[in-house]
């Protein structure tokens, strides 16, 4: 069974950092793009950060670029979204995605961020 599960997330202060984490189990995950997205209040989700399967090819919204950075450990099957610099507009549900070749995509449940002084 496919599971995705996201944590990290919490209440942070602007220009702080906090570290997402995603755990994925019950798939070929090394064959896998591994990507975040996000839903911020009121918002349709967004594409946030995307790594190949190799993390070998990197790719950022324009919105995050400088401040996040994904990486994966395909031996523990993690893939990470490094966050600094927070800002208020970060806040969000970010969700980990991944895209098998065959094209199948998977969704985790979700974890809060909270940019807030």
């Known amino acids: 069974q496919v599971h995705l599960v996201e944590s990290g997330g919490g209440l942070v202060q602007p220009g702080g950092s906090l570290r997402l984490s995603c755990a994925a189990s019950?798939?070929?995950?090394?064959?896998?793009?591994m990507s975040w997205y996000r839903q911020g209040p009121g918002k349709e989700r967004e594409f946030v950060a995307t790594?190949?399967?190799?993390?070998?090819?990197?790719n950022y919204a324009d919105s995050v670029k400088g401040r996040f950075t994904i990486s994966r450990d395909n031996a523990m099957s993690m893939v990470y979204l490094q966050m600094n610099n927070l800002k208020p507009e970060d806040t969000a549900i970010y969700y980990c995605r991944a895209r098998r070749v065959s094209g199948a995509i998977y969704w985790g449940q979700g974890t809060q961020v909270t940019v807030s002084s």
């Open positions: 790594i190949s399967s190799t993390g070998g090819d990197l």
């Open positions: 019950g798939f070929s995950f090394s064959s896998c793009t």
